[in-house]
């Protein structure tokens, strides 16, 4: 075999040579390019937090059904909570972040850098103001995704436990049905989701609603609500109003 390579001599340190490092350099420009560094702005940040940790409990969808109801009255009640939360979150939501904000900076003298009364454009698009709205913004994007998302794993929950059934038609006087929870065994019966009439129509017996109502209308409601969400707005043009005017 051959020999094995002569070992390296131990060094000295047990330690690693670094390049030097301009500490205070470093910090100032940290310090110069953040817009953390004042007490104004860290309370607004935790308004922003705090408003946007409230609207997360905020239910898109109506999901408490404990009773069957015809397709148009499912319809009816699904808009109608959808609209309620979508006018909380472009009413009350965005004006309790736009008070927040400016009672923060309230007491900011106008020409400072977190001035609310601000009107120069270049200046605001060059400043720290610019980026602490931008930093609100992303808040509310990422609260309404996690908001849509909730809801949707809910809505979703909903619909598979209010269509558990297993139906068996034997003939037109024998059918068998039986309900399986998808999460709690215990739990073996639970009305329908939908009422459905049988009855004369044009010389034949028909439905009282279509039948393919049921599998579309759910996923209808569920779009119609995430579509009204693209309507809430920004919060610089409240905030700023001199600038946007």
């Given amino acids: 075999l051959p020999q094995p390579p002569p070992r390296a001599k131990a060094p000295y340190l047990g330690v690693v040579s670094l390049p030097a490092y301009d500490f205070q350099q470093m910090r100032q420009s940290f310090a110069d390019s ?6 104004e702005v860290i309370a607004a940040m935790g308004v922003v937090r705090a408003e946007c940790n409230k609207m997360l ?6 999901t408490d059904l404990i009773k069957g109801m ?4 499912f319809q009816r009640v699904q808009q109608e909570q959808a609209k309620a939360a979508t006018a909380t979150l472009k009413r009350v939501w965005c004006e309790a972040l736009r008070q927040g904000i400016c009672d923060c900076f309230a007491d900011q003298p106008e020409g400072s850098e977190y001035s609310v009364q601000i009107h120069d454009k270049p200046a605001f698009e060059a400043g720290r103001l610019r980026k602490f709205l931008l930093n609100v913004n992303y808040a509310m994007e990422d609260t309404l995704r996690v908001l849509t998302e909730d809801s949707l794993h809910k809505y979703a929950e909903f619909i598979k436990v209010a269509t558990a059934y297993d139906v068996t038609v034997h003939d037109t006087k024998n059918v068998s049905v039986s309900y399986q929870h998808p999460t709690n065994p215990t739990i073996k019966e639970r009305p329908p989701l939908f009422h459905l009439e049988l009855g004369p129509s044009e010389g034949a017996f028909d439905y009282s609603t279509p039948v393919h109502t049921f599998e579309a209308e759910p996923i209808v409601i569920f779009e119609q609500a995430i579509g009204m969400l693209h309507d809430v707005p920004q919060l610089a043009a409240a905030v700023l109003r001199r600038l946007f005017l």
């Fill in 57 to 62: 409990e905020l239910p898109l969808y109506h």
């Fill in 34 to 39: 953040t817009f953390l560094g004042s007490p």
């Fill in 70 to 73: 015809e397709v148009s009255d």
